[in-house]
């Protein structure tokens, strides 16, 4: 038998129960995968605490990427045994030491690209390449603002950014997170629990606000994160780690014609064409040196409850790994 973590209820860490399940062979267009790492992401505390209770019906198993080795493969799946592969999905199950897995989800993976760093940058690095190269566009000229710049995702976004010529501004917790984000790519940081970043913001460019600013952390940024852009400027919320944002009316946006998206991974990379593109220019991304993907901790399987506890707490600066 495997063993998965089981989510029966919404609630604290402590409702993350390990199991055993019986995972079957594998469908048509499906292959049974053996697991060798499992990505701990933000969105798996969305869905253990109910914030997004919609997204999975319980009793239900968390997690949205790993990578791991082919066991078994269905009719028409494209892949034999043996293959090394990774994934994101919005089809739940990736807290389990083996699964069933839709094969048009799988990417394979390059033999310079270990199994840690994949499960760690699926959804991160991806996402951080949506946001940079189609949610908006980033232009070598463009100053643009990092909420949580150590932070998986920041990290990324301010190395990938910085390659591609922008400015980029950080927001962050401590002085060692600042330290952390400028060896990303950070040019100048802002510690938000000492001063205003909207203020700062304004001050590093003469008063004309940012380009765009990516936010990850929600309530307690969203009426900033609006104020620091200037004209035309843009606000992708992507995330919501101190609670969903107010309600925001859109006369609020017109006084300089700004935009806000909320975009969520999984529906751009629903397209097979997209997904393949995405993934290929994180693994050169990754081979050039542009971002480094590192694992900030590593946990037991069954230890996933600690895992939300130290995610939770922020006391990440990087990607937290389940090795069932």
């Known amino acids: 038998m495997a063993r998965a973590i089981v989510l029966r209820e919404h609630g604290a860490p402590n409702v ?10 594998p469908g048509p267009g499906e292959v049974r995968l053996k697991q060798t790492a499992i990505g701990v ?3 798996d505390v969305y869905i253990r605490n109910g914030s997004y209770a919609a997204w999975m019906a ?6 949205v990427e790993a990578a791991g080795v082919v066991t ?20 739940y199950g990736a807290y389990a ?28 690095g991806i996402t951080a390449w949506l946001l940079l190269h189609r949610v908006y566009v980033v232009r070598p000229t463009d100053r643009i603002l990092v909420h949580a710049a150590a932070g998986g995702v920041g990290r990324i976004l301010c190395a990938w950014a910085s390659h591609l010529g922008a400015e980029v501004i950080g927001t962050v917790g401590s002085p060692e997170k600042a330290v952390l984000a400028r060896r990303s790519g950070c040019h100048h940081t802002i510690l938000y629990r000492e001063e205003d970043f909207a203020t700062r913001v304004a001050a590093l460019t003469d008063g004309r606000g940012v380009a765009v600013v990516y936010d990850s952390v929600g309530r307690d940024t969203f009426a900033g994160s609006l104020a620091c852009l200037a004209p035309l400027g843009h606000l992708v919320s992507f995330g919501q780690s101190s609670g969903p944002a ?12 700004l935009t806000v998206s909320r975009p969520v991974v ?38 996933a409850a600690a895992a939300h506890r ?11 790994l389940l090795l069932p």
């Open 41 to 43: 992401n933000y969105h």
């Open 246 to 257: 107010d309600p925001l009316p859109m006369s609020a946006l017109a006084g300089r014609s």
């Open 72 to 91: 078994e493969a269905g009719v028409g799946s494209g892949f034999v045994p043996g293959e090394r592969v990774a994934y994101l999905t919005p089809h």
């Open 310 to 320: 130290v995610l939770e707490a922020r006391g990440s600066t990087g990607s937290l």
């Open 266 to 303: 999984f529906h751009y990379t629903a397209d097979r064409v997209l997904l393949d593109e995405a993934a290929a220019a994180l693994f050169g991304a990754v081979a050039a040196g542009t971002i480094s993907i590192e694992a900030a901790g590593t946990f037991p399987l069954d230890e």
């Open 58 to 63: 319980l009793p239900g198993i968390p997690g």
């Open 97 to 124: 030491s083996e699964r069933l897995i839709e094969a048009d989800r799988l990417v394979r993976l390059p033999d310079a690209v270990e199994d840690t760093v994949a499960a760690a940058a699926m959804v991160k």
């Open 16 to 25: 993350l129960r390990s199991e055993p399940v019986d995972v079957g062979p």
